[in-house]
């Protein structure tokens, strides 16, 4: 990876200032005896809303309850959710808590408050934003990057899709809750943040091809890139001990994942932090994928997938001579040969319609697709450079994950080595967000990159 000079990296406060939703956030012990005056000064709160688990309840909720009531802020209402089975994102979950708040009988200028992990903060975020108010967030695990992200991810219709809605005014972390929080959601967060590394190379990839005409492309906003990929591997090092309740570890964590969010909210997408590696992980939550009938994390879903894009990555420019080509009598498909494939692999699934919409929507003429082969090889050289220099090897990233207590194989989350090569697939159908995958897809080498994935002896084992 190459090196940055430290002083051009925004910190956290600079990342805060260029998000446009948030405006505070407090990660310091103690911090919690301070959510009474972010109440006043930034919501004019008349009360709040609170919105936990059973474990978050007494992780930090009970604390924070008490704490309001001694500041005499009215507690309007509370939504527990059962801690078990393990909550999922899906859209009755807003409904719930939707219909908590305005069945209050003082419901305006109640404050919804958020008290929980990644899900809890995704259902609030998006409930908040149907009741046209703002939402104050208390995490209780350095587990996703999501708290301070524009958008919350929800299951809805079977599909794992973004629902628009913004990030938190407020945010207060206390680090003593977050290191109590259990190993795999650190390990979680972990995860989440080493795949900003696949993020920054298909957004190099992107950057290529934008001026090409490629759909789903965009440039590199060079204030955007240098809130997320300079400071990227000092961070993952100090984060490296979180799941084993290191307080530093944990700060080091949940810092760089709220900068993550910051990015998105300064972009208004989720390109500086989200590539390839992500798709493949939202292949699996529209499948609903579990693990001895609990659902796996968002954050190890995303692990194998980053190991997975950095495989792909790998084998896609192991060539210093130039990319893979495509077998000798290969055809393009047609919009129609595309049409058929998309729909076999969401065949039956609730997602179908709207991903084979996706999938046309990217499909490009011939003379684009040529356009972008040609520049590519062209310029093979000047962009392998750059990818292979913001890409951390497969090697090293493996270890650095097993070091932070990620899942390193997929059997860990309940899938086989070709389940997750085969996801490659369907996971390049999804989004119109042009990344590796896609331009494998439209140099008709996708296939070839993966039968010498599944062909290796070092990817995946
Ligand atoms: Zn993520």
């Known amino acids: 990876?190459?090196?940055?000079?430290?002083?051009?990296?925004?910190?956290?406060?600079?990342?805060?200032?260029?998000?446009?939703?948030?405006?505070?956030?407090?990660?310091?012990?103690?911090?919690?005896?301070?959510?009474?005056?972010?109440?006043?000064?930034?919501?004019?709160?008349?009360?709040?809303?609170?919105?936990?688990?059973?474990?978050?309840?007494?992780?930090?909720?009970?604390?924070?309850?008490?704490?309001?009531?001694?500041?005499?802020?009215?507690?309007?209402?509370?939504?527990?959710?059962?801690?078990?089975?393990?909550?999922?994102?899906?859209?009755?979950?807003?409904?719930?808590?939707?219909?908590?708040?305005?069945?209050?009988?003082?419901?305006?200028?109640?404050?919804?408050?958020?008290?929980?992990?990644?899900?809890?903060?995704?259902?609030?975020?998006?409930?908040?934003?149907?009741?046209?108010?703002?939402?104050?967030?208390?995490?209780?695990?350095?587990?996703?990057?999501?708290?301070?992200?524009?958008?919350?991810?929800?299951?809805?219709?079977?599909?794992?899709?973004?629902?628009?809605?913004?990030?938190?005014?407020?945010?207060?972390?206390?680090?003593?809750?977050?290191?109590?929080?259990?190993?795999?959601?650190?390990?979680?967060?972990?995860?989440?943040?080493?795949?900003?590394?696949?993020?920054?190379?298909?957004?190099?990839?992107?950057?290529?091809?934008?001026?090409?005409?490629?759909?789903?492309a965009e440039r590199i906003d060079n204030k955007i890139w240098n809130m997320t990929q300079p400071g990227l591997m000092d961070y993952l090092e100090r984060s490296i001990d979180a799941a084993r309740g290191s307080g530093d570890a944990v700060i080091a964590l949940f810092e760089a994942l709220a900068i993550t969010g910051f990015s998105m909210q300064a972009f208004k997408g989720s390109r500086p932090v989200s590539g390839s590696e992500h798709l493949f992980s939202h292949v699996w939550e529209m499948d609903d994928l579990s693990l001895d009938g609990v659902p796996v994390t968002h954050g190890h879903k995303v692990t194998i997938g980053t190991l997975a894009a950095t495989a792909c990555y790998e084998i896609f420019f192991a060539d210093p001579a130039g990319p893979p080509s495509p077998p000798k009598h290969y055809v393009r498909p047609g919009p129609s040969q595309r049409t058929d494939a998309v729909s076999s692999a969401f065949k039956g699934n609730r997602s179908h319609d709207q991903v084979l919409k996706t999938a046309l929507?990217?499909?490009?003429?011939?003379?684009?697709?040529?356009?972008?082969?040609?520049?590519?090889?062209?310029?093979?050289?000047?962009?392998?450079?750059?990818?292979?220099?913001?890409?951390?090897?497969y090697g090293k990233l493996r270890e650095m994950l097993g070091r932070a207590l990620c899942p390193l194989k997929p059997e860990t989350i309940g899938l086989s080595r070709g389940e997750v090569i085969a996801t490659a697939r369907r996971a390049q159908m999804m989004r119109n967000k042009y990344c590796l995958l896609d331009l494998a897809w439209d140099m008709g080498v996708l296939e070839t990159t993966l039968s010498r994935f599944e062909d290796s002896e070092e990817y995946l084992y």
């Not at 407090?26 to 008349?46: D, K, N, S, V």
């Open 1 to 216: 990876m190459e090196n940055y000079d430290k002083a051009s990296i925004p910190s956290l406060t600079d990342c805060l200032k260029a998000a446009d939703e948030t405006r505070e956030l407090l990660i310091h012990q103690g911090c919690y005896m301070e959510i009474p005056a972010l109440l006043e000064r930034f919501y004019q709160a008349g009360g709040v809303y609170l919105v936990y688990d059973e474990n978050t309840r007494e992780a930090a909720g009970k604390l924070v309850g008490e704490i309001l009531m001694g500041a005499r802020v009215p507690i309007r209402g509370e939504f527990c959710f059962p801690a078990n089975p393990r909550l999922h994102a899906d859209y009755p979950g807003i409904t719930a808590i939707k219909e908590g708040v305005s069945a209050l009988s003082n419901s305006d200028g109640t404050v919804p408050v958020a008290i929980g992990g990644g899900t809890i903060n995704d259902l609030v975020k998006r409930a908040a934003a149907e009741l046209k108010r703002s939402y104050l967030c208390i995490p209780t695990a350095s587990s996703v990057d999501g708290y301070t992200a524009y958008g919350a991810a929800v299951l809805y219709e079977g599909y794992k899709q973004t629902m628009s809605c913004p990030a938190p005014l407020a945010l207060a972390a206390e680090p003593d809750v977050l290191a109590k929080a259990p190993s795999y959601l650190s390990s979680s967060g972990f995860g989440d943040l080493a795949s900003k590394i696949i993020a920054g190379c298909d957004w190099i990839i992107s950057d290529t091809v934008e001026p090409l005409g490629a759909p789903g």
């Open 361 to 393: 929507e990217k499909y490009m003429d011939d003379r684009t697709v040529s356009r972008i082969g040609e520049a590519v090889r062209d310029n093979y050289r000047e962009l392998r450079e750059r990818v292979l220099a913001r890409l951390l090897p």
